[in-house]
């Protein structure tokens, strides 16, 4: 069985055990609320009941699971040639239902809550099992210390290199102040 219920302006065809984001709506997570709503109602090899506005006496039960933000959206206003910008940002709140039953007579369902994930404890046991990790880390210290005493060699091959490299180089300009030198005093010329 099926339903299309209205909340938050928005309508939303349902079913048992789906999952819907809705505007936010009073209620702590793991409680049950009732959406008495209800536009239509269907399923079943029936035809459809429709509401004028609401079908009479139906009701579809409902889970808080949580309650979250959504993504943001940004408002840009501008108008042009006045020098006029304004940017913000907005996140609407919303609320993520499970549905527990869709009664056509408004009757409550027997409502056990889901049981909660326990992520947080997966996660201690892997910060733990990072902590036991870290003694390996420092079996690799010593080898990065080995890296740092070569590099020392490694800059003086470099500067050695460049030494060369710039001797040659002197030489050269040397030279040619030489034979500036020279033919402006007339020795160049024969």
Do not use: C, W
Not at 33 to 49: E, F, H, N, R, Y
Not at 90 to 99: D, G, N
Not at 108 to 122: G, H, I, N, W, Y
Not at 133 to 162: I, L, M
């Amino acid at each position: 069985m099926f339903a299309v219920i209205r909340s938050g302006g928005k309508q939303y065809r349902v079913a048992k055990d789906d999952r819907i984001v809705v505007e936010r709506i009073a209620g702590q997570p793991g409680t049950m609320i009732q959406l008495s709503d209800v536009l239509m109602l269907g399923g079943d090899g029936k035809a459809p009941t429709l509401g004028r506005p609401a079908v009479a006496k139906a009701a579809v039960f409902a889970e808080v699971l949580e309650h979250s933000r959504a993504d943001k959206i940004i408002v840009f206003k501008k108008k042009r040639r006045n020098n006029y910008r304004r940017k913000a940002g907005h996140r609407q709140h919303q609320t993520v239902l499970r549905i527990v039953d869709v009664s056509p007579t408004g009757t409550a369902p027997k409502f056990t809550p889901t049981p909660k994930r326990e992520p947080r404890l997966v996660a201690k046991k892997d910060k733990k099992e990072k902590a036991k990790a870290a003694p390996k880390k420092e079996q690799a210290k010593p080898v990065a210390t080995e890296a740092k005493e070569a590099k020392p060699v490694a800059k003086a091959k470099k500067e050695t290199t460049r030494k060369q490299a710039k001797a040659p180089a002197k030489t050269k300009a040397a030279s040619k102040k030489k034979s500036a030198r020279d033919s402006k005093k007339g020795k160049g010329k024969a």
